[in-house]
Nanobody, 126 residues
């Protein structure tokens, strides 16, 4: 059983930076993804990284501003969020995949993820 714990959310000024962390336990070979959701809206993909190759994929809305990395020894993924915009405010969820699809390639599809964290809220004020 995989458990995920997010941290790092909080209040940030527009234009500022924030780093979210996702600590995984129970298994080390995981494809990792980040999604976000605003109340009343559907969950949307943000960024993902594959299990083995480090392949990453980003939503167009965050490309060039967000960077996803992982520390395999610590089994932690980090989402560095720079140049924050008001529309980046949401609850951010970390997700993990053990599926073969994410072995070499990152996946932007939430159906490919079997484990989810509890979420961490990010508020962006202008």
């Amino acid at each position: 059983q995989v458990q995920l714990v997010e941290s790092g959310g909080g209040l940030v000024q527009a234009g500022g930076s924030l780093r979210l962390s996702c600590a995984a336990s129970g298994r080390t070979a995981l494809g990792m993804g980040w999604f976000r959701q605003v109340p009343g809206q559907e969950r949307e993909f943000v960024a993902a990284i594959s299990q083995t190759t480090g392949d990453t994929v980003y939503a167009d809305s965050v490309k060039g501003r967000f960077t996803l990395a992982r520390d395999k020894l610590k089994n932690v993924s980090y989402l560095q969020k720079n140049s924050q915009k008001p529309e980046d405010a949401a609850v951010y969820y970390c997700a993990a995949s053990t599926r073969a699809k994410t072995f070499f390639e990152a996946s932007a599809t939430d159906a490919d993820y079997d484990y989810w964290g509890q979420g961490t809220q990010v508020i962006v004020h202008s």
